[in-house]
């Protein structure tokens, strides 16, 4: 039997280019995510007849993952991630598909509400050589910097 291996994400020590500045720009793409999440809810809120003010965390809850899995499905990249010229890619190095972007969605929102599971990713993603959270890591994806002219 002859076993072909698939591609996989860039090779950190071939190509560390891809990898470059990537805890930060995590960290910014994030901070922009919340913002414009907050801001989406803030512009939901009068359709709810002011009712969400009750349920702001919640709703926020919601429609950050919708946002997430929306984005992710549709460009591999949140709009903050694409801000910062960052996508992820899934272990073959293609563009994330509904199912992928919808797992890496709940693994985020799990290690969001499970403080230890968040600092293990903020270690992992300081730490390990392709800059995977924990849920990269169990998903096999990986960010990287945006290859330019695609």
């Not at 996989?8 to 901070?31: C, N, S, V």
């Not at 392709?130 to 695609?150: E, F, I, Y």
């Amino acid at each position: 039997m002859t076993y072909t291996t698939a591609p996989m994400t860039p090779d950190p020590d071939l190509h560390p280019q891809f990898y470059e500045g990537i805890p930060f720009k995590r960290l910014l793409a994030w901070i922009a995510d919340v913002v414009l999440v907050f801001l989406i809810c803030v512009v939901v809120l009068p359709f709810t007849a002011f009712t969400g003010l009750f349920f702001f965390p919640f709703m926020m809850l919601v429609l950050g993952f919708a946002y997430r899995v929306a984005t992710l499905t549709s460009g591999s990249a949140t709009w903050g991630m694409r801000l910062m010229g960052m996508e992820l890619r899934d272990r073959r190095d293609q563009p994330f598909d509904f199912a992928t972007a919808l797992l890496h969605t709940i693994g985020y929102s799990l290690s969001m509400t499970v403080t230890p599971i968040q600092l293990v990713s903020a270690v992992l993603i300081c730490s390990t050589a392709r800059r995977q959270s924990l849920t990269d890591m169990v998903l096999g994806t990986a960010p990287v910097n945006c290859r330019l002219g695609r």
